[in-house]
């Protein structure tokens, strides 16, 4: 049987590595995306002497053209994606009034509006093969906004009403979306540690009776 595929949009040394590596250690094909090649080349060294078969990409979530690239790329080589985590978020702070036009769309782009454009692009061979799946990193501030975290805020509560839509939209075409939310600050060692929180999305893959799971 051949290898599943999951790209994980926004990796990183914190939750996205942590799904990433769960998944790979469950005989999943890994593909990690984020704006730094030498620190993906990083990464891949690290997945591969784990074992589990790893490639990058390079791209940047404030320029969707880069994205559309990648995954031409990636489902040129691999056919379907059956995972797509979309996990990048600009984590900054900010009063809205503090926000200018350009750099609240900034936090837009990135937190919203290129995890639909990513869906989009994995979504017609999904469709084909009729299962897929596809999981989004929400957090609690998009339930509990706080003023000196506007951006995220609304980021987050932006991206959890496009999920429900998309997951009501898709379930027809036999493909899921999810939603984990992330309910405190993630941090090693804890609670909220990067790999505690990732069995969360492995959780949703493989159960997919729901949409959200708040953890």
């Not at 942590?18 to 080349?41: K, M, P, T, Y």
């Not at 990058?56 to 797509?84: H, M, N, R, S, W």
């Not at 702070?93 to 609240?104: I, K, L, R, S």
């Not at 469709?127 to 501030?141: D, F, N, V």
């Amino acid at each position: 049987m051949n290898k599943k595929t999951i790209v994980v949009v926004g990796a990183g040394k914190g939750l996205g590595n942590a799904v990433a590596r769960l998944f790979g250690e469950n005989d999943f094909r890994v593909i990690l995306i984020s704006r730094n090649l030498d620190r993906l080349n990083g990464y891949k060294a690290e997945f591969e002497t784990a074992g589990i078969e790893t490639y990058v990409y390079a791209a940047d979530c404030e320029k969707p053209e880069t994205l559309t690239e990648a995954f031409k790329e990636i489902q040129g080589t691999f056919d379907a994606v059956d995972v797509l985590v979309y996990n990048a978020a600009v984590l900054e702070g900010g009063t809205a009034t503090e926000f200018d036009n350009a750099n609240f769309l900034r936090h837009y782009q990135v937190d919203v509006a290129s995890a639909l454009h990513c869906t989009k692009l994995v979504i017609p061979k999904q469709a084909e093969q009729k299962s897929g799946a596809i999981l989004l990193t929400g957090g609690i501030l998009g339930d509990s906004p706080a003023s000196q975290y506007t951006g995220v805020s609304v980021g987050k509560a932006a991206l959890k009403a496009l999920g429900k839509t998309l997951h009501e939209e898709l379930k027809e075409k036999g493909i899921y979306v999810g939603l984990v939310t992330v309910c405190d600050v993630i941090a090693p060692d804890t609670k909220h540690s990067p790999e505690l929180i990732a069995e969360k999305f492995l959780e949703l893959y493989r159960q997919q009776d729901k949409y959200e799971i708040s953890y």
